[in-house]
């Protein structure tokens, strides 16, 4: 049973172009969406993340989008840049606050930027 | 550049021998987290320990493994009689309060055990 669903395993972007980062959630209980980011043999990194009372939220290159009726989360980086070239992950919380600790992840998305 | 500590980097086991993975969360944290990665998969909650407590280990399967995290010393999660499907990636994580409120963990560079 996948609450989270990364649908794209990879993504190929050129430098300079947007890269979108996709992903679907079930559960629409769920109260606050971020985004991680893994590159390899190392652990994963916070990047970025949103609250279910918005749709939006933007840090420098990098903006997540919240679709609320289509339980649908977007990362958008602009302009993309080699050093993106990473594995993305989705993931979610049930329960910010106190219970902010459980993530339900996606299975990544990676994504290859090319000079 | 005091992170989230985890060793050994790589362990390799024998069905039935057990597995011990070590943490030592970032200076200032009380929070400690153990996740799990199976091959093309994410990751997925296993445990929450505070000093000397178990938070909350929901995640966890119900037999052969178990946490600790003593007063003194890294936190520990121990696989007694490991099984092939346990080879995995175990990633610790830690925080000042329990997820900082908005799911922002620091993980460490995590644990690939192979089952042999």
């Known amino acids: 049973d996948q609450q989270v669903k990364q649908n794209s395993p990879s993504l190929s972007v050129q430098e300079g172009r947007i890269s979108i980062l996709n992903c679907d959630y079930t559960?629409?209980?769920?109260?606050?969406f971020l985004w991680y980011k893994k590159y390899p043999a190392e652990g994963p990194t916070f990047l970025i993340s949103i609250s279910s009372i918005k749709d939006k939220n933007e840090d420098g290159r990098f903006t997540v989008f919240l679709n609320k009726s289509a339980k649908h989360l977007s990362l958008h980086i602009v302009p993309s840049q080699p050093g993106d070239s990473a594995v993305y992950f989705c993931?979610?919380?049930?329960?910010?606050?106190?219970?902010?600790?459980?993530?339900?992840f996606g299975k990544g998305t990676k994504l290859s930027v090319i000079p | 550049n005091a992170g989230v500590m985890q060793n050994p980097r790589h362990l390799v086991r024998r069905r039935g021998q057990e597995a011990r993975l070590r943490c030592s969360p970032m200076k200032g944290h009380s929070h400690v987290y153990w996740y799990r990665q199976l091959p093309e998969e994410g990751l997925k909650f296993m445990v929450y320990?505070?000093?000397?407590?178990?938070?909350?280990e929901s995640g966890m399967p119900k037999e052969r493994f178990s946490a600790e995290f003593p007063k003194e010393g890294p936190s520990i999660l121990r696989i007694q009689q490991v099984v092939r499907g346990d080879s995995a990636a175990y990633f610790c994580a830690s925080s000042r309060e329990p997820g900082q409120g908005t799911g922002e963990l620091f993980f460490g560079e995590g644990s690939r055990l192979t089952v042999l």
């Open positions: 993931a979610v919380i049930r329960d910010s606050g106190a219970g902010s600790y459980q993530l339900t």
């Open positions: 320990l505070q000093k000397e407590n178990i938070i909350d």
């Open positions: 559960n629409s209980m769920f109260d606050y």
